[in-house]
């Protein structure tokens, strides 16, 4: 029995490893204009790893994350950097939903959960940004000098910030709501595919 209930978490895992893998592909992501710099994007990526924490557990909720990434690394362009950062905050999203979620197995629960993920994982953005994902991209698209792309954001906030400043108020909270419209999305359709999950139970 556990064998089997083993198998079925690892299939669902694959499938919607396999959604995430779609999601996160170029023509899915959007570019918002307000936002700087370039490689900042908005995806629904996550959506699915979330999904499945809810459904199996945490742990398989995490590891689509981490499959997701890795499948990436195949086509990626920044050597491992975004998709190590990506899965990190990913991890930090999803896992803390889930646990929240398999204690509190109400819709409220389910909110609860998604909130406090999306809150862990933006705050775990900041030091992901701070010392893996933009000292990278400063070096890809800026020649390694920081004030360039610094000053992209201050012109148009009208700010003289820091990394360490444009970090926590623009980067942070971008992130936040990025991962809360994954958890309005999921608590929309989770109850229609319920069907569909109990069958990977």
Do not use: R
């Not at 792309?149 to 444009?166: H, K, P, Q, S």
């Amino acid at each position: 029995m556990k064998n089997k209930k083993y198998l079925l978490s690892l299939t669902l895992c694959g499938i919607m490893a396999a959604i995430s893998v779609v999601l996160q592909l170029p023509f899915f992501e959007i570019s918002l204009p307000f936002i700087i710099p370039e490689f900042v994007k908005l995806d629904l990526s996550d959506l699915p790893a979330l999904l499945t924490a809810f459904s199996a557990g945490p742990l398989w909720g995490g590891l689509v994350c981490v499959v997701k990434n890795t499948v990436h690394l195949a086509y990626g362009s920044t050597g491992g950097i975004g998709e190590l950062a990506n899965a990190l905050m990913g991890v930090a999203f999803v896992v803390p939903a889930g646990l929240i979620y398999k204690f509190f197995h109400k819709k409220l629960g389910a909110f609860l959960g998604g909130a406090a993920g999306a809150l862990a994982g933006a705050v775990i953005s900041f030091p992901v940004n701070m010392f893996i994902t933009y000292p990278f991209y400063i070096g890809l698209y800026f020649g390694g000098q920081a004030q360039p792309m610094l000053d992209m954001y201050n012109v148009i906030f009208g700010t003289n910030f820091g990394l360490a400043e444009v970090l926590l108020v623009f980067n942070l909270p971008f992130t936040f709501v990025k991962y809360m419209l994954s958890v309005i999305i999921a608590l929309l359709i989770y109850k229609p595919l319920s069907p569909i999950f109990k069958k990977f139970k």
